[in-house]
């Protein structure tokens, strides 16, 4: 198993330009997340999905969208990047029971993605 | 979910136990403590959880106080690669519960040689 990875690993974008990250995990999850991290702070998580086609919003969500199209990827875009955006995301996973609860998350290796 | 709170740094010396520990006075009775780590550029990785038995596994122990309002993440054997950030977060544990992980400063365990 490869677990969760994500592409690209690093990632320099000028403002305004667009970009997707992509998660994928080869664990059959029904659960994925998507996170940030910014210098001495802890992970905020941006938006989630509790399951193919289905996406929700997070903590910090203003200048995300997201698509789950097959439960096994998870799509993070930035339409139009900004200076703010520069962070490390990382994607997670999770496997649930069939209910709404789910046990602990896996993460991804990271992207660090800088905008000037 | 209920706010944790955490010392921001850690010393222990390689070989001793490292014992980490973790508020949560306002934690709800169905409410899990859950550990993580972090280590320098990875990604976050799951530790241990619990709701209010002690718990062990290969990686650690888990100590929760009878009245449920602290916690301590034991690393019996600490070494150089257990030097990282570790965070305490607690949750729900119920179907219809939040997934959602909230992550806070955490504490930088240096594990010296």
């Known amino acids: 198993n490869a677990g969760v990875t994500q592409t690209p690993k690093f990632r320099v974008l000028k403002t305004g330009q667009s970009m997707t990250l992509l998660c994928a995990q080869d664990m059959n999850h029904e659960y994925m997340y998507w996170y940030r991290q910014d210098p001495g702070m802890g992970l905020r998580l941006i938006h989630y999905?509790?399951?193919?086609?289905?996406?929700a919003k997070g903590e910090v969500p203003d200048g995300y969208n997201v698509s789950r199209l097959k439960k096994q990827n998870f799509l993070l875009g930035l339409e139009s990047a900004a200076p703010s955006q520069t962070s490390v995301y990382f994607c997670a996973s999770s496997y649930s029971t069939g209910g709404a609860f789910s046990y602990e998350q896996y993460f991804g290796p990271g992207t660090r993605l800088t905008v000037t | 979910d209920a706010k944790t709170t955490q010392p921001p740094s850690m010393d222990c010396a390689e070989g001793r136990a490292a014992n980490l520990p973790c508020n949560h006075s306002?934690?709800?009775?169905?409410?899990?403590v859950y550990w993580y780590r972090q280590i320098h550029s990875q990604g976050p990785q799951y530790i241990i959880h619990g709701l209010k038995n002690n718990e062990t596994n290969e990686m650690a122990s888990l100590i929760i106080t009878e009245d449920r309002k602290s916690s301590t993440l034991i690393l019996p054997h600490a070494t150089l690669r257990d030097t990282a950030v570790y965070y305490c977060i607690v949750r729900l544990g119920i179907p219809g519960g939040s997934e959602k992980l909230v992550f806070g400063k955490g504490t930088k365990l240096t594990v010296n040689p």
């Open positions: 306002t934690i709800s009775g169905n409410e899990y």
């Open positions: 999905s509790v399951g193919e086609g289905t996406t």
